[in-house]
């Protein structure tokens, strides 16, 4: 069995600042673990992956997230906000099989100018 | 097409039509799955086709939900006698295999609104 929590439905943070959503799971064997950004009315995409080669994994646009499993989470941070990064984030964790992927509810973040 | 492609993108159904979803994969993906999106919610898991292996249909809500793959490509998701919880997004995705470190690449959905 496996879950995923995704703290805070909603976070703003002003252009500059630091990003940082939260994510925890719970699985029954090791995880691989996702995040994907949905733009308006589009897919998901692939943020970044863990995959068990590193626990600080680099993504695409500047995202990054640590996985730490004596906390079970799998947050991620990126230094600086930009108005681009405004959409919305979903935390996703799989087992052996990847289309058994759970998604948590997602977290739309909002960028101030 | 480079990416996965979902048709129609938007549907507009009376309750107790039936409605088709279109699904076609990147191209050599031997996995194709189907999620839905309600509002403000997550992902919900529907079904996975992984290469000719029977599919797993676990995630079906009910039996009147039913998808099939032919040619081990195209997918359509068929809903009969629609209801209004049926309306949400329903999104589509392939991988070019079902091990679970696979990024799944997401076609922009349908949206169904059942009126």
């Known amino acids: 069995a496996q879950s995923v929590t995704q703290l805070g439905s909603h976070v703003s943070v002003s252009e500059g600042a630091l990003v940082l959503l939260r994510c925890n799971y719970s699985?029954?064997?090791?995880?691989?673990l996702f995040w994907y950004v949905q733009y308006p009315n589009q897919g998901l995409q692939l943020l970044l992956k863990y995959t068990s080669a590193a626990t600080l994994v680099k993504g695409i646009n500047g995202f990054e997230a640590e996985f730490k499993k004596s906390e079970t989470s799998f947050h991620l941070t990126k230094p600086s906000a930009h108005m681009s990064d405004a959409a919305e984030y979903f935390c996703a964790v799989s087992g052996t099989n990847a289309g058994k992927s759970t998604f948590g509810d997602g977290t739309t973040l909002t960028v101030k100018p | 097409g480079a990416g996965v492609s979902q048709s129609p993108s938007n549907k507009v159904t009376e309750k107790g039509k039936d409605v088709e979803l279109r699904c076609d994969p990147i191209?050599?993906?031997?996995?194709l799955y189907w999620y839905r999106q309600s509002l403000g919610q997550g992902l919900e898991f529907l079904i996975y086709f992984q290469g000719n292996s029977a599919p797993d249909k676990s995630g079906l809500p009910s039996d009147r939900f039913s998808a099939e793959r032919t040619g081990g490509s195209v997918s359509t998701l068929t809903i009969q006698r629609t209801q209004q919880e049926d309306s949400a997004v329903y999104l589509c995705a392939s991988s070019l295999v079902w091990t679970g470190n696979t990024e799944a690449f997401f076609g922009q959905g349908t949206r169904l609104t059942v009126v």
């Open positions: 699985s029954s064997v090791p995880p691989y």
């Open positions: 191209s050599g993906h031997t996995a």
